[in-house]
């Protein structure tokens, strides 16, 4: 089942226990990084460039449902439709 990532204006819900906060995501993902060491060896990454991203499975942390996993908007955005979807 594909799941969406949530963005600015929606977050997921688990339609099973209704969880909002707690979930456990696997996804697979190809990037560029650009690695920066000090002298003292500590690397810093400080650009990725991503080139795919999926998202392979998400559960709900809570309840373990990995297929009731929905978007809906983020509190506040319940009312304001234009806000979620666009005009």
Do not use: K
Not at 6 to 24: I, K, Q, S, V
């Amino acid at each position: 089942m594909a799941v969406q990532l949530p963005d600015a204006n929606t977050r997921w819900r688990c339609g099973h226990c209704g969880n909002l906060t707690r979930f456990d995501v696997v996804r697979s993902r190809t990037a560029a990084e650009y690695w920066h060491f000090t002298i003292g060896g500590e690397p810093e990454i400080e650009e990725v460039e991503v080139s795919s991203e999926d998202v392979e499975r998400v559960a709900c942390r809570w309840c373990g449902a990995s297929d009731r996993i929905e978007l809906v908007p983020r509190h506040g955005l319940e009312d304001s439709p234009a806000e979620v979807g666009g005009p």
